[in-house]
Every structure is written in C-alpha cells, then in structure tokens.
C-alpha cells in the first residue's frame, strides 16, 4: 500500500465529508496500521506521534482534577515524570510495587515488564480493583502478552520500539474497546497528536516480522541472560524470559557502555541491532547506579556475547 500524505480528500457530490477529510482525524495509512495492531491485541487501536503522546491521551482522558494514580515502581520514568508534570491540574500520583496489589487509585498504571526493572504486573490483584487499568505493554508486544485479555482497560505501547523494530518512526498506540476509544479518539483528534502516514507506514512494515523478530529476540535475550549470569563482573541479571530486553549491574557502568563494538551505546530499545546504556544518567537514584540495559538484537548471539564479554574485560 503506498504511503498517503495528503491532508485532506475532496468531499463527496453532495458537499459531505467521506471516511476521510482531514488527516489529523484518520487517514488510510493510519487506519491500515490501526486494524493490524487491534487485530493483534484485540482490540481498537489509535496511533500517536510518540509513545509519550498515547501516555498523555490516555491521563487527560481518564484523570480528572483529584485523581489518584498509583504508577508501577520500576517503570519507564518518562511516566513518573510526565505525572509529576500534570500535579498542578490536581492529578496525583504513587508508586506500588506491582508484584503485589495495587493501592486504592482512580487509575492503575503497570508496565509488562518494566523497563528497567523487568518486574511483572500481577494480574489476578489487577482484575479485583475497580480503577481504570492501563498497561504500557512496550516489550511485552502482543506477540507475548494481550493485556486486555488479561485484564487491562487500555494497552500503550511506544511503538517507537519492537513493534516498528528499526529506529526509523517515533510512534505510540492505545489498544481499548468501547467506551473508552471513543474517549481516547476524541481528545487524541483535538490535542492534535495523531500519528504521521510515514511512522504509520513503520508500523504496517513492522508488524509484517514482527514474530519472527520477537522470537529470535527471546532466543538470544535467553542465551545471553544465562551467560551473563555466570560471568564474574556482573550481577543482579533481570530478564523475564521473553522479548530482547535484559538489565544487569556492574561496578563500572560507563566504562563498559563506551567499549562495545557491535552493541551501539545509545538509549532506546527493540530494534534490530542491539544498543545498551546505562541507566543511572537518566533516571538518577531511583534504579542501582551500575545498571545497564541491553536491548539484545538480531545479530548472532555469538557476536553479541563477544563484544559484551570485551566490553566488560576491558572495564
Ligand atoms: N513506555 C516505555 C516502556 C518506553 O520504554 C518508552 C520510551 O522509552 C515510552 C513509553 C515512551 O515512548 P516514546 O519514546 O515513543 O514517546
């Protein structure tokens, strides 16, 4: 299907807008790449300029003036931050330990896994409270978690990573049924935060490997787990048994992040090449202060490893 950048389409004969007018309401690629993604979810996808876009919908949306939101410990910090930014609009916010039961809230906030703690939500304690449930399902992709079967109100992913997969598209995604995507869309189309046609097009081409890329994904991230874990330097390895994300700690940070060859020191995660940083520059003291995140990529498992255990001689 080729890219469609127009803005706007002709309206019909009789002076009446069609399915499409105007393109920060829907446009074709959008829409394409809306059904594949709440195919795979099962539910109604939205696309956002960014995964920080799909957060921000989503907190306007359901948080009103007095709302508590209790966020995941461990979580994706731009998260915390941004809840931290909407306090003056009286939006509240906690942290919970999300192994265990989340504390009375208007909106429960969990991460599958968190990023970078790699903590799981605990769905059985989700499907008994009676706030909203949101879960930014980002490295779980639908491949290994469908959060509204679980239990979930409204799935966000920062498409930005595995789904597109490439570095290429800066993306977000709601996935929900009725009524809350009418909810989502309405402000979405307002705020003016709908994805463009190209990271639309990212996403249709993403999802067309995404399994393949999901599995080779796990069977290195396995692979790589397991050898760290027994290498001398490093510790606490966290690594939930799926997707291509690990977080491990080691005395010297960044002098093992500056010595990969083949693993690109640079933030973000979920592409085809593998990238790994420390944590510490970003987040501050809310996580160890030797952690690493490694996003583990699509080369062969052999080479990665190598470069790791250079990286990690030479630190
Ligand atoms: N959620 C998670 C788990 C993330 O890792 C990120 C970005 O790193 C985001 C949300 C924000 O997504 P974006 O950078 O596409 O705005």
Known sequence: MAIERSTIWPYDAAGEPGQFYYSRYDHPTGVAAEQELGRLEGGDALLYASGMGATTNVLLSFARTGATVALAEGAYFGTGKLLGLLAPWGI????????????????????????????????????EHPGLVVCDATVSTPVYLRALDEGADIVVHSAT?????????????????????????????????TASPDS?????????????????????????AARLRAHPAVE??????????????????????????????????????????SRHRWEGDRIPTGLLRLSVGLEPVDEIWADLEQALAAA
């Open 200 to 224: 639309a097009d990212a996403l249709l081409r993403g999802l067309e490997t995404l399994e393949t890329r999901m599995q080779r994904h796990t069977d290195s991230a396995t692979e790589i």
């Open 92 to 127: 509240d916010h906690v942290e919970f330990d999300q192994a265990g039961a989340p504390p009375e809230a208007d909106i429960v906030w969990v991460e599958s896994p968190a990023n970078p703690t790699l903590t799981l939500p605990n769905w059985a304690a989700l499907r």
């Open 161 to 193: 990573k595995f789904l597109t997969g490439h570095h290429n598209a800066l993306l977000g995604a709601t996935v929900s049924r009725d009524p809350h995507t009418a909810r989502l869309r309405e402000l979405r189309v307002n705020a003016g935060i």
């Open 236 to 277: 606490n390895v966290r690594y939930p048994g799926f997707s291509g994300l690990i977080s491990f700690d080691v005395a010297e940070p960044r002098a093992v992040e500056t010595s990969t060859k083949l693993i690109v020191n640079a933030t973000s995660l979920g592409g085809v090449g593998s990238s790994m940083e």
